[in-house]
DNA sequence: GTGAAAGCGCTAACAC
DNA sequence: GTGTTAGCGCTTTCAC
């Protein structure tokens, strides 16, 4: 009893089966085609020096023509490896992490493997449902950002047993491998340089996320260390970070003129308090200091130009794709924690 | 001759086949220890009100404790359904794109399909291998960028068979569905406010992607229409578009002092233009008058207030959404081709 | 260098 | 309401 030669009463069309909703030409349809077997089409694509050059050719040139696209679903499925790396980033429309994702993705392209990308809002509880999805979709690796998740993160991701690299912050105990700086130490070498500086005063704005809190509690242990009063803590609301810097610094003006420094989260807030300040004519550094941090394109190109403080976004995202790709391809990770560090960037505005 | 019995030889772990890389949890799993078959427990994930109560209550419980996640490339693959919708963009860490994407992504995930993102670079061969990976994976609809694609782009399209919505644009021809505006239209509505508001030599500075050559030859349209010169076409690469603005209207200023009024094709590229403007003290709309595009988050921000064009970035994204779903839930779409338009906001700048 | 057989984990169709 | 059977299109293993 052979299989599938329908010679009998079907039409003479290439035998759709179900819905022929997606591309129907399969690897048997080019194998027939080529007058070869389904195996060899396989190799041809994906060992093809294991395959005689002349067949190879000519099964390329049916490969070419009848327009085959291999169902990755189906090879995924097969071999249990889907070459798709994802990564959960907070936001991807903002552009703080843009340069990580940029990172990771060049990295992993390069070497075959498709970025996915995920986006949490800075909710927990989003990231676990993308885990809980990419893992469905059999993804070969996750890259978080922070290192703060919840528990049923951890648990999927340890019975997936799948690599991840968490990022952008630092923690004895990572889920698996790490790549980031520490948010804290930042927050404090700012405070440190703020004071150094001179003021005596100091606000932090930023949004809620735990790295934007860390890096105000680097800041307070800086300014207590100094003698120095605990900064004031505002919280702007994620969404438009220029206004959200406007309306800040207008409120710190207003109603907390003993305020000489502000460190902000962002280089894009700090940038509208900038903007602010120079409508109102409000001198900075002089009246009040603005600090931002990532040092982000509009850091140097606002007036005065933004201190900041710089940290290695790109890198990180190299060095998560690099460790992934690394424990993928059967290697050791040297060191599965790796701290990227930053720097203060001195500039005008503070 | 039952399958799957295995009490010869093998050891009495939970049968690892190949590589254990991934979650070994399979719907079977879950079937023999709530002692059902393999396929209630998927109508209990799948159409739950298809199951008795007692018997859902029962597996979703083995589902909960034994963290069974469903594996989406086996289901994908036996239903030719992904639910995953792949969108194509030009750059998603910039911010221009970003209300389509979200517009996106809201619609869709709230009929539980996944947004797959890509980003082609402004390259149509990049835009032509991402539809080939999107296609492997057998995503269910496609969004397209522009309404230029290589001629491979369109084969593929073809034989595939997908929905797919182009966007950000119009034209006669859409491979399939359509939601856009015209940029030549944009483009001339700009080169008309800016002639009537008394503008006699103009420039036009962008990059080098279709649409924003479209919006250059609508304006050129405009001027010649009212007996102006056409523009001066400049272009600048993409990456940091706040120093390309600089550097664009520090270069007009020099070598093209005759020129009153310059239309960016973007408005972080026109912002990069003020910040300069303004520090060097030229006055602008007097000295030059500087006008963006987008209506992005930064135009009403910086000084003076960017005159610009509002497009329905938001709405693209969300109407393609919408096109998609209704075609893939087997309703026809009323309108394949939607012109969701556009308008001058005039500010101070220009 | 090439092929045959088996099975990845799931859903569709049809029974019961 | 629940189960059985037969694939989806591919890779793996082992044979030739």
Redesign the interface.
């Known amino acids: 009893m052979k299989r599938k030669t329908t010679s009998d009463s079907a039409p003479a069309s290439p035998v759709a089966t179900?819905?022929?909703?997606?591309?129907a030409?399969t690897k048997e349809d080019v194998a027939r085609a080529a007058g070869v077997s389904h195996i060899t089409v396989s190799r041809v694509i994906n060992t093809p020096d294991k395959v005689a050059p002349e067949t190879r050719a000519k099964v390329q040139s049916f490969i070419a023509s009848m327009?085959y696209?291999?169902?990755?679903?189906?090879g995924?499925?097969a071999s249990?490896?889907?070459r798709i790396i994802a990564a959960i980033v907070p936001t991807?429309?903002?552009?703080i992490f843009?340069?990580t994702?940029?990172g990771l993705?060049e990295q992993l392209s390069a070497q075959g493997y498709?970025l996915?990308?995920g986006?949490s809002n800075y909710s927990e509880d989003a990231e676990t449902a993308l885990v809980?999805?990419f893992?469905?979709?059999?993804v070969?690796g996750l890259v978080l950002t922070g290192v703060q998740h919840t528990e049923r993160t951890r648990?999927?991701l340890k019975?997936?047993?799948?690599p991840v690299v968490e990022t952008w912050d630092l923690t004895p105990e990572p889920i698996d491998m790490l790549a980031g700086f520490s948010n804290h130490g930042a927050g404090r070498a700012m405070g440190d340089y703020l004071q150094q500086r001179g003021y005596r005063r100091m606000a932090f704005v930023g949004g809620e996320d735990p790295r934007g809190q860390s890096r105000f509690s680097g800041m307070r242990d800086a300014l207590l260390a100094h003698a120095l009063e605990a900064p004031l803590y505002l919280t702007v609301p994620f969404g438009?970070?220029?206004?959200a810097g406007?309306e800040a610094i207008t409120m710190i003006l207003e109603q907390h003129a003993e305020v000489d420094a502000v460190f902000f989260s962002n280089d894009v807030i700090a940038a509208?308090a900038v903007?602010e300040c120079?409508?109102r004519h409000i001198q900075v550094p002089q009246r009040i200091a603005l600090a931002g941090f990532a040092n982000l394109?509009?850091a140097p190109?606002?007036?005065p130009a933004l201190t900041t403080v710089q940290i290695s976004s790109l890198q990180i995202g190299q060095t998560a794709a690099q460790m992934l790709l690394a424990r993928l391809a059967g290697e050791g990770v040297d060191d599965p924690v790796c701290d990227l560090g930053f720097s203060v960037v001195p500039r005008a505005s503070a």
Chains 1, 2 share one sequence.
């Open positions: 179900r819905k022929t909703a997606q591309s030409v327009g696209i291999p169902n990755l679903l189906a995924g499925l249990k490896r889907t991807i429309s903002h552009s843009a340069e994702v940029r993705s498709q996915l990308l986006q809980e999805a893992i469905g979709r059999r070969d648990q999927r019975t997936a047993n799948i438009s970070f220029l206004s406007r509208g903007l120079q409508r394109d509009i190109e606002v007036h």
